[in-house]
């Protein structure tokens, strides 16, 4: 495994009797990024991580992380990890502090009060941390199971669906806290189905279906591939007409105002000029940018439809 | 090192488990709750107080405290058992335990060991309760809270507590494989509290079953151990002939070690899928 990459998959499978969870996935995590899993639900996701971690068994294949192979080095490869999976789970009867103690303990660290202290300071959890976890939060869980996580000062972090079930500001939080992990030059390993999520703090993303991978790259390349571009003129007409007579640009008339184009980004300066030639001003034109939306749901279908509402107007009529 | 982290973290949970604390109260108000029923009962004639004579002076009232006990130990032991390690699946912290520490034997072991000591404690604190309440039950009555002293008393009670060890070390394992196949504490409790009422009424109703399920020589230890001679008669009723204390212990020693062994190897091999 080189040593850029802090994980890397060799046809990992696994199969439960008859149902294929993951189908032989090689992915490759470079060291340091924000690797983005996607996947829709019952993708593989999950199994995946818990291959990693160790509390389910490959069927096929196998993967390196930080040089440690999953099944041959797992005692080398606990000091190296660490991890959510799903929402973090915690012995309720006890506070967020002996939590951590016992954790710990678990990992061979009998770190002292100073620096548990540390670490529920960096997470924000000062001021609770001997309250019972019974009377947390889930967005006080999430933090305290960050806090679980950094213990080992671990190299590489998975974190499996960590924003399900907070509220939106919850989920601004644990963004900027991930974001934070990443910055200390750790490899962070975020599954998650939240596009929008994976798009704001990924640098790296994979996709799979059915346990497979359907695309895998930076995600900076991936929603940079946009060709379509939409321009606004003082006459849609005109610019419609000069524009057809170039091939390739294919232009089409979306509205009244605007006019949606192929094109190069070199061409951009020619049309700019034709324009001008042509005493037509140009009012705005924009490049429209890949979603990891579209492309997920290009690689992976759409979802299932679902029955629509009847539409009613304001008289509480069904509208035609 | 490991192992006594490991060791630590699992006391750490064990002493503040609410449910062992509840435990614990139960045990100590069942023994507690007998011996003052015993004390209120020798006021009211001169065969209850002579019952009461016999039953709440020191070391007599161990005897009674014993007899609760070993009712109730293999219980006890398939409780603790199954709610130590189904807690883990039922709070979903294996997730958060394995990927620390892969070694999943040395994980069932110190809970084991935790749990030990904790049923030690457990049965420390109710002996201590079942002779201080017949003493002060013996008070009460005015018949003096020391009882004549027997060596051979100690002895006997000596050898059922050895039994009931015996007994709940058997069922405890029954409750750890119970738990692993089910996932699940209630799924292992259940198993492990029907397996003992089952296999005692089997027991009474067939020479096989005598012979072969370990209700019985479980029986046959702790009555010979103590010198208990109306279990050892039982014993020698049910099984139609004596049975040597060390053939009872090989087979209960054979269902324990068959126990551990599938509990072990289960909580090893199985995937903790969620």
Sequence with gaps: ?320 | MMVFNLLRAEWHKTLRNPANWGLLGATVCILGGGLALVTLAGFKGPEQLARAQDVLPFPNNLRMTLQVLSAISGMLAVIFVANSVGGEYARDTWKMIIPRNHRRPALIGVKLLSGLAGIFILLAASVLVGGLVGMLGAAVLKIGPLGAFKPEILKAQAGALSGMGVEMLCYGMLALMATVAARSTIGGAMVGVLAIPISTVAVFSSQLAANVLPALHLNNIIGHWSGNNRTLAMCQAAFGGEVPPTTSLAIIAAYTIVFAVCGFVLFQRRDLAG
């Design chain 1, 1 to 320: 495994m080189s040593p850029e990459l802090a994980l890397k998959t060799y046809d990992l499978s696994k199969q439960y009797k008859d149902v294929t969870a993951v189908q032989r996935l090689n992915l490759e995590v470079p060291k340091g990024s924000v690797f983005g899993f996607l996947g829709p639900n019952g993708a593989g996701k999950t199994t995946t991580i818990r291959m990693f971690l160790g509390l389910v068994k490959p069927t096929g294949g196998t993967a390196e992380i930080v040089g440690c192979d999953i099944i041959r080095d797992r005692h080398r490869l606990a000091q190296k990890i660490s991890a959510i999976v799903e929402t973090p789970a915690f012995y309720d009867y006890l506070t967020g502090l002996q939590n951590l103690e016992v954790f710990a303990r678990f990992s061979n660290l009998p770190l002292g009060k100073k620096q548990l202290g540390e670490l529920i300071e960096q997470v924000g959890l000062t001021g609770r941390e001997k309250h019972k976890v019974k009377t947390y939060s889930l967005g006080m869980k999430q933090r305290l199971g960050i806090a679980a996580t950094l213990l080992n000062n671990p190299e590489v972090i998975f974190l499996d669906e960590p924003t399900n079930g907070l509220d939106p500001a919850g989920t601004v939080e644990m963004r900027s806290t991930i974001a934070g992990i990443a910055q200390a030059g750790r490899t962070v390993f975020l599954s998650s189905h939240l596009l929008n999520e994976v798009e704001q703090i990924c640098t790296e993303v994979a996709i799979v279906q059915k346990g497979e991978v359907k695309l895998h790259g930076k995600v900076q390349h991936l929603l940079a591939g946009g060709s379509t571009f939409r321009l606004k003129t003082s006459s849609p007409e005109r610019t419609l007409g000069i524009l057809s007579s170039h091939p390739g640009l294919s232009p089409v008339r979306e509205d009244a105002v605007w006019i949606r184009i192929q094109a190069e980004e070199t061409q951009i300066p020619w049309l700019i000029r034709t324009l001008q030639k042509a005493e037509i001003d140009l009012f705005q034109i924009h490049q429209e940018r890949n979603s990891l939306e579209s492309l997920f749901l290009e690689l992976t279908g759409p979802a299932p439809a679902v029955p629509q509402a009847t539409a009613l107007n304001h008289k509480g009529e069904q509208a035609a």
